[in-house]
T-cell receptor, first 117, second 116 residues
Framework: AQKITQTQPGMFVQEKEAVTLDCTYD???????LFWYKQPSSGEMIFLIY??????QNATEGRYSLNFQKARKSANLVISASQLGDSAMYFC??????????????FGQGTTLQVKP | EPEVTQTPSHQVTQMGQEVILRCVPI?????FYWYRQILGQKVEFLVS????????KSEIFDDQFSVERPDGSNFTLKIRSTKLEDSAMYFC??????????????FGAGTRLSVL
């Protein structure tokens, strides 16, 4: 079974508008972390935002916020005031807390976001 | 700002040849990882490394793969006899800690490996 599901292969958004990228996850571990990474066309993976399973508030980092709905097992990324430079592939990832020292990340399939001028 | 550095950015090799991909993790980080991304697909975990030994490896990480931290700064991934299906982007990542759910891994820019 997929542990991380990103159902939107591609998304378009108009510049300066907000966009939500969906991510659902599946784990039985009570302790886990959820991450979003951005991968521009140049290929590097850039960390954007983190949400812990025990965090009471939704994470925010500048124009990025995470809409964390624990009961629904969703961790959607919201990008406000989209910019042309936001055009990239976005990956949702999870780390389960009981993985001990391994720390491995499990990634979703990614969503390609294109920002239109 | 500290960053993970990977060299080379692109490696072309013939099938059956050995390749070594190099990474310099962030200096105070203790946990190191290799991931790969076949073109157009998701990022897949290969191996994690801590305290000079492998912590976990995936089923992809077979006997053809090995990792090493030969000195205090470098972290390498060796593929002994490359196959066509090894063609992918290989990412090195490091994190300060690994034993907490909050474990932000910082990635390098990747090495694109092309096996001909």
């Amino acid at each position: 079974a997929q542990k991380i599901t990103q159902t939107q292969p591609g998304m378009f958004v108009q510049e300066k508008e907000a966009v939500t990228l969906d991510c659902t996850y599946d784990t039985s571990d009570p302790s886990y972390g959820l991450f979003w990474y951005k991968q521009p066309s140049s290929g590097e993976m850039i960390f954007l935002i983190y949400q812990g399973s025990y965090d009471q508030q939704n994470a925010t980092e500048g124009r990025y916020s995470l809409n964390f709905q624990k009961a629904r097992k969703s961790a959607n990324l919201v990008i406000s005031a989209s910019q042309l430079g936001d055009s990239a592939m976005y990956f949702c990832a999870m780390r389960e807390g009981t993985s001990g020292n391994t720390g491995k990340l499990i990634f979703g399939q990614g969503t390609t976001l294109q920002v239109k001028p | 700002e500290p960053e993970v550095t990977q060299t080379p950015s692109h490696q072309v090799t013939q099938m059956g040849q050995e390749v070594i991909l190099r990474c310099v993790p962030i200096s105070n980080h203790l946990y190191f990882y290799w991931y790969r991304q076949i073109l157009g697909q998701k990022v897949e975990f290969l191996v994690s490394f801590y305290n000079n030994e492998i912590s976990e490896k995936s089923e992809i990480f077979d006997d053809q793969f090995s990792v090493e931290r030969p000195d205090g700064s470098n972290f390498t991934l060796k593929i002994r006899s490359t196959k066509l299906e090894d063609s992918a982007m290989y990412f090195c990542a490091s994190s300060e800690r690994g034993n907490l759910a909050k474990n932000i891994q910082y990635f390098g820019a990747g090495t694109r490996l092309s096996v001909l």
